[in-house]
């Protein structure tokens, strides 16, 4: 699998000059470049930081048959917040000790099964591995399985690791995350303490609680020009009388929004201005929400899970950003001032949180757990990648016949049969059609399935 990666990349470099078109500016031996089976195509640079380690830049999208598409500025992971439910310890592992130099691990080619290695700082440390096409992901609506590369390394800090994962799908989404494994850091000597557990066959201590957030941050530049991106919240709320309507609004200034899973909150960004669903962009529907850790007196901003600000190179950590940057605001709350977003360049922030109940398994080792979201493409493509856009007899025949039903006013309840719609809004196939139908699509299958 190692050689056929670097063999794609190869031929995709010579035969398809498509892929040149996205013209990157870092060197050659920090780009990554790869052509799915589908014909589409991702671009992009890396770079390994002190503090975040991977930080990848320039990416571009090429949808097959199309030309490359601007999608990131910049890719990287904010922060990684620790807090302990007995709240004596807090760690911000980004800032307090970073996640790239001598914390970045050594792979090797098992680390990497199939993938190609590629050396930071001399030593290979980070790994891009190309899927055979079985791979998937999963959002509130959907799993949709695709294509996909993945580019990831590995941080030791402290008793953690940490595998840090950014996988590119050949539908033109995105999936962020994190794997942690190691060993259980902190403890109580109070075997009955309420914010642990003790565990088997370690007597007299509990083993502490504690949540992981998770923070990206995610600059978004769609298309051609990088201050044209619009950030819009969609929420579907329902009714007194049980109707549910979707209602979007653009976000022109500077927010800070909470997970909302009654309302089924989401957040959609589009191009050129564009707050219709048809346009261009990227929808993020969040998947994980029951662990979020709220701490208003010590930690503000973990009120929220989904930021948007004014792009600033000084606006860089979720937290402890004055550590670094003391001429600017502390946390990612203090970011959002309500400054304008309208033609400016804007970067997302989302945070996804994990809390961590030590089991009996975990002593002293923990196996891996893994968070994430994905960042779901939306009409980049002229039409189902891999799909020959072409319907079967048998579900043409079933949507010609299917019943249609207009909007139509709803009538008073009667006592005897409930609701009533009106039947001008209604029409049916009469019953000739309807045998054809079941014909169709009988015989159909036995077609296909011969």
């Known amino acids: 699998m190692g050689h056929r990666f670097g063999i794609v990349i190869l031929v995709a470099l010579l035969v398809m000059p498509g892929l040149l078109k996205a013209e ?3 060197p050659v031996e920090n780009q990554i470049t790869v052509e799915f089976d589908n014909g589409a195509a991702w671009q992009m640079c890396w770079d390994s930081r002190k503090r975040e380690n991977i930080v990848l830049s320039d990416v571009h999208f090429q949808p097959a048959g199309a030309q490359a598409y601007s999608v990131f500025s910049t890719l990287r992971l904010s922060q990684l917040h620790v807090n302990y439910d007995d709240s004596n310890v807090t760690y911000n592992d980004v800032t307090e000790f ?3 130099g001598g914390y970045v691990s050594e792979l090797n080619q098992q680390d990497c099964p199939g993938g190609e290695l590629i050396d930071i700082g001399g030593i290979p440390r980070l790994c891009t591995l190309l899927s055979n096409g079985d791979d998937s992901y999963t959002t509130p609506t959907e799993t949709r399985q695709a294509q996909s590369l993945s580019v990831y390394s590995v941080s030791q800090v402290g008793a953690y690791a940490y595998l840090i994962t950014w996988k590119f799908f050949a539908d033109g989404s995105v999936e962020p995350s994190i794997g942690a494994a190691g060993a259980l850091q902190r403890s109580s000597g109070d075997p009955h303490s309420h914010h642990g557990r003790e565990l088997e066959d370690v007597p007299n201590k509990s083993w502490l609680s504690h949540t992981h957030n998770y923070y990206w941050q995610l600059d978004f530049d769609l298309g051609e020009n990088p201050r044209d991106d619009v950030v819009s919240e969609l929420q579907f709320v329902t009714d007194a ?3 549910r309507a979707r209602t979007q609004t653009p976000l022109r200034v500077e927010a800070a929004r909470a997970i909302d899973p009654k309302q089924m909150r989401s957040w959609f960004i589009s191009d050129k201005d564009d707050i219709s669903l048809d346009s261009a962009g990227y929808l993020i529907e969040p998947l994980s929400y029951g662990h979020k850790m709220v701490n208003k007196v010590t930690d ?4 929220f899970d989904f930021f948007v600000t004014r792009q600033k190179d000084c606006e860089r950590f979720t937290s402890e950003n004055t550590k670094y940057y003391p001429d600017c605001d502390e946390n990612i709350l203090q970011f959002v001032n ?3 977003l309208t033609g400016e360049d804007i970067v997302l922030w989302h945070r996804i949180s994990f809390h961590h109940v030590p089991r009996n398994e975990d002593r002293y080792v923990m196996h891996s757990h893994w968070d994430g979201f994905v960042m779901q493409a939306r009409n980049l493509h002229d039409q189902t990648p891999g799909h020959s856009g072409k319907e079967s007899a048998g579900s ?4 010609a016949g ?3 039903q207009l909007d139509s006013p709803v009538e008073e309840k009667s006592p005897a049969f409930g609701c009533s719609v009106s039947g001008s809004g209604m029409r049916y196939p009469d019953i000739g059609l309807f045998i054809l139908i079941i014909f169709s699509v009988f015989f159909g299958r036995r077609y296909v399935s011969s």
Do not use: D, F, I, K
């Open 396 to 399: 043409v025949a079933a949507m």
């Open 98 to 100: 970073g996640l790239g």
């Open 338 to 340: 309500n400054e304008s």
């Open 402 to 404: 299917a019943r249609v």
């Open 24 to 26: 990157l500016t870092c």
């Open 241 to 243: 009388a049980g109707r």
């Open 300 to 303: 503000p901003y973990t009120e």
